[in-house]
């Protein structure tokens, strides 16, 4: 994993890092189809593809279809063994 992808997963600063912190359940990113490098980066992190939406975004003069990965609370627990779940088996607020 490179330095950047390993300081986005475990930075208690990155939104991915918030998940036990702030008592996320999901964490969405939105990014374009066509960027692989950072589809493949997300997938690394075990984000996952939720929705595609074509021609979603128009940039430079024509439409692009735009992805939306997210990230459950229990998988990225899952991820993080090291870490501990204080939201396991309690009810959504």
Known sequence: MCRGLRRFSHSPTSPAGKVDELGLRVVR???????ARAVAAFRKLGFREAVSVPE???KAGAFADNLEMDLLREEWFELHPDREDGLAGRPPL
Not at 29 to 35: I, K, M, S
């Open 29 to 35: 990113l939105h990014t374009q189809t066509e960027n």
């Open 56 to 58: 979603g975004i128009f």
